[in-house]
């Protein structure tokens, strides 16, 4: 399904069409409709990004278990654990 929203209602809210995709993974992460993954996907952003983007706003990222181990699996991936 495509969303169109008007370059009015971009202008209105001073809001790239990047930043406005951003805003709404942010606000379905927030309200647990969407997980981790899943709201950076709709972000664009690599997940890390995206983390560090909610981090920036001080929003709590919250994990299930299956959410976590991809996290440490990836990590271990990158070599960072």
Do not use: C
Not at 48 to 77: C, G, N
């Amino acid at each position: 399904m495509a969303v169109v929203i008007p370059d009015e209602v971009l202008n209105i809210a001073q809001l790239s069409d990047v930043e406005m995709l951003q805003e709404i993974a942010i606000l379905l992460f927030q309200q647990e409709r969407l997980t981790l993954a899943q709201a950076s996907r709709l972000a664009n952003l690599p997940r890390l990004h995206f983390q560090k983007l909610l981090a920036s706003r001080q929003i709590p990222v919250h994990y299930d278990v299956p959410e976590l181990d991809a996290e440490v699996a990836m990590m271990r991936e990158m070599g960072y654990l």
